[in-house]
């Protein structure tokens, strides 16, 4: 599967749920999409999607997303004990593997030699790996139906990114100041 069929299907899964987003092509790509207040790409962040997806599920009411990469994932891999230990309930981390850190001209990345599932079940993590568009949108179904958590899902996908996708040069500030309010809005209407 490419990270562009991957991601629409996470992008319909938590349509106006909570969604942290990892740096470079991830972000890019779902960009590309459409941009929701909900969805914050944390841009020039790598290593920190999950950190901040646990931050927002342990103050949120509902479920949270998380869309990271193997190379992020990896580059804060401490976050993972951290999510055994004291994760969220309702917190969902979709990690797209592709073995290689895809901004940086494809260097590959240590998930080319490393089972990212089995690390994350050995650390006593409910985990999910997938490998096509199908699989993916049941298991998101079924992590987000199911009341619970912290949930993983590793999905392998195809190194490559999708071609004329532009830059996405908007400011980090102001996308975090639409995120909380966005969240902020959603808490008002649910609160009677």
Do not use: K, W, Y
């Amino acid at each position: 599967m490419r990270r562009l069929e991957a991601l629409i299907v996470a992008r319909t899964a938590f349509e106006e749920l909570p969604l942290v987003i990892t740096c470079g092509a991830t972000a890019r790509e779902l960009a590309s999409l459409g941009l929701r207040p909900t969805h914050l790409p944390l841009l020039d962040s790598m290593g920190l999607t999950t950190a901040v997806g646990l931050g927002v599920a342990l103050a949120h009411p509902g479920p949270v997303g998380v869309i990271d990469g193997d190379g992020s994932l990896l580059m804060g891999f401490s976050i993972l004990p951290t999510l055994a230990a004291h994760g969220a309930p309702g917190l969902v981390v979709l990690v797209l593997d592709n073995g290689q850190h895809a901004s940086a001209a494809g260097i590959p990345s240590q998930a080319a030699d490393v089972d990212l599932a089995a690390a994350a079940r050995g650390l006593g993590l409910a985990v999910e790996a997938v490998d096509h568009a199908g699989a993916l949108q049941d298991v998101l179904g079924d992590a987000l139906a199911v009341a619970g958590g912290p949930r993983l899902v590793v999905a392998r996908i195809e190194p490559g990114e999708a071609e004329d996708v532009p830059f996405l040069l908007e400011d980090p500030a102001v996308l975090g100041a639409r995120f909380a309010a966005a969240l902020q809005d959603a808490r008002e209407e649910t609160t009677p």
